[in-house]
């Protein structure tokens, strides 16, 4: 788990004079669960949407394997997997499709497999995700925890290399959560993936992460174990605890 | 004061550069998606399917407003007779693709603006980029495809109910022979008048449909407000601008037609 696949050199973002990402490095090991914590609008969806291409960074770069992204960031053969996937805060279903044609969407416009096999690939995805009853039932009609697994199974239905997570227990109670992380633990070492997590879930989080990166000011504070970080730098761990809990209340 | 004026002039033209760019390429981009007939059909639907309703009511009620003026004015001159003419003369020409092109802005336009709007606001068009989908071409495309064909195909049925309209109110009303109505109607129409009503029409949807999808698509850059009332916005800008665009492009269009 100590080889690096995922590397990010240099990795800068500014909005007018405020400087969010100011030259971020980080080193992400295949198949780990890394999670970014960090105060509120402190830079953590704009890091994670600039390594998924919906952002242009101003400078640095994102290499996999040691091989730069550049802005094509699909796999050269998508019938293969993609390597890409994001899974968005609100989950971002399409209201207008079933739960079974939000899961085939990328199967059908994208790789272009026949109907037959896009759903084979998406029935066995819903039922290892305990959705089978629910693929002809509409976003709105499903529960929040059913809806984030409909939005999960979507992102893992193109077999992609590295699942990014934005603030994915956003909104839920606190059981609720608990089951977010189980299923993307649980999940990640069935499928395999290598996931990025933007969490304020603060230290539940940390539960499932092999490492957690602190952004704080542009820059990654500290990264790595999660119970190195409690030792590392206790006041300032503290205040961030304090900022999770007023992102909680709010 | 000219420094100000010549920022707006800038803007303006980006603005319709970056508008064209995104017409141009939505609607190039269908041509490369998977499963088109199947998004056309849904399109036309939404577009033209929903407005045929609207569209027989306002072109009945029109036509019938239309007999009753035209028939009033003629009737000094002593020209009743004529009310076929200029029944379907002014709606084949005029009032049909003009009334129709209102009617689709309003009912699917804004629709359309709000939907993009709410897409955006939701993610969901960050979503299909993120699994590799144009979301111009995917969201946008069919629509300006859709557009070429429900907006004639509606003109045509405003122009029908219509002409039916002042039929109403001039013949079973005011008591113009029904035979001498219909003949001046079908002598007075020729091709060309029908061939410049759908011109019209045609630029008319492409026209509309891609400036409430280009609203709706960048509400969150076009818009100076946030969330819900930002999609508001943008849909009141989509319907208003699409609706100056309408009239002003009427009066082009006919100048070179005439």
């Known amino acids: 788990m100590s080889e690096s696949f995922l590397q990010i050199r240099g990795l800068k973002k500014h909005f007018g004079t405020k400087r969010v990402l100011d030259g971020?490095?980080?080193?992400?090991?295949?198949?780990?669960?890394?999670?970014?914590?960090?105060?509120?609008?402190?830079?953590?969806?704009?890091?994670?949407?600039?390594?998924?291409?919906?952002?242009?960074?101003?400078?640095?770069?994102?290499?996999?394997?040691?091989?730069?992204?550049?802005?094509?960031?699909?796999?050269?053969?998508?019938?293969?997997?993609?390597?890409?996937?994001?899974?968005?805060?609100?989950?971002?279903?399409?209201?207008?499709?079933?739960?079974?044609?939000?899961?085939?969407?990328?199967?059908?416009?994208?790789?272009?497999?026949?109907?037959?096999?896009?759903?084979?690939?998406?029935?066995?995805?819903?039922?290892?995700?305990?959705?089978?009853?629910?693929?002809?039932?509409?976003?709105?009609?499903?529960?929040?925890?059913?809806?984030?697994?409909?939005?999960?199974?979507?992102?893992?239905v193109t077999n992609p290399e590295v699942v990014l997570f934005d603030e994915p227990t956003t909104g839920l109670d606190p059981e609720r959560k608990f089951g977010v992380f189980d299923m993307i633990s649980d999940y990640r070492e069935r499928f395999g993936f290598t996931a990025l997590l933007v969490s304020h879930d603060i230290p539940e989080v940390f539960e499932i992460s092999d490492k957690v990166a602190w952004l704080d000011e542009g820059k990654i504070r500290f990264f790595g174990d999660p119970s190195e970080l409690a030792a590392d730098s206790p006041r300032s761990w503290s205040g961030l605890l304090q900022s999770s809990e007023s992102v909680e209340k709010s | 004061m000219i420094r100000s004026l010549g920022r707006t002039a800038l803007g303006l033209v980006y603005e319709w550069g970056d508008w064209t760019v995104f017409s141009f390429g939505a609607f190039a981009g269908f041509l490369r998606q998977r499963r088109r007939r199947h998004k056309l059909v849904t399109a036309i639907h939404e577009i033209g399917g929903r407005c045929v309703p609207i569209v027989l009511t306002v072109g009945l009620f029109t036509g019938l407003v239309m007999g009753l003026q035209l028939y009033y004015t003629l009737a000094r001159l002593g020209a009743e007779a004529a009310l076929g003419d200029a029944v379907g003369l002014s709606l084949v020409r005029e009032l049909g693709p003009v009334l129709t092109a209102l009617m689709i802005v309003g009912q699917s336009g804004s629709a359309m603006t709000s939907e993009l709007g709410f897409q955006r606001n939701d993610e969901q068009i960050d979503a299909l980029q993120t699994m590799g989908i144009d979301a111009k071409s995917f969201l946008v495309g069919p629509r300006l495809w859709a557009a070429l064909f429900c907006f004639p195909a509606l003109t045509a049925l405003f122009d029908l109910i219509g002409v039916f309209g002042g039929y109403l109110t001039g013949s079973v009303l005011l008591n113009v022979d029904a035979g001498v109505y219909w003949n001046h109607v079908f002598n007075s129409i020729t091709w060309a008048d029908v061939r410049g009503g759908f011109i019209k029409a045609v630029c008319f949807g492409a026209l509309t449909i891609s400036i409430c999808s280009y609203r709706g698509f960048y509400t969150h850059l076009k818009s100076s407000l946030r969330g819900v009332r930002g999609v508001s916005e943008s849909a009141t800008r989509g319907v208003v601008f699409s609706s100056v665009t309408v009239l002003a492009a009427d009066y082009l269009i006919t100048s070179f037609l005439i």
């Open chain 1, 24 to 156: 971020i490095d980080l080193d992400i090991a295949r198949a780990s669960v890394t999670t970014i914590i960090g105060k509120s609008g402190i830079g953590k969806s704009v890091f994670l949407k600039c390594i998924a291409n919906l952002m242009a960074p101003d400078a640095g770069e994102i290499l996999l394997d040691g091989v730069s992204m550049g802005s094509n960031r699909r796999a050269a053969d998508q019938s293969e997997g993609f390597t890409f996937s994001y899974m968005f805060q609100n989950n971002a279903l399409f209201d207008s499709l079933t739960a079974f044609e939000n899961v085939a969407l990328p199967l059908r416009e994208v790789v272009g497999l026949p109907t037959e096999a896009v759903a084979e690939r998406v029935t066995e995805l819903l039922e290892q995700l305990d959705l089978g009853e629910a693929g002809s039932r509409y976003p709105a009609e499903l529960s929040g925890g059913m809806q984030k697994r409909v939005a999960l199974a979507r992102a893992l």
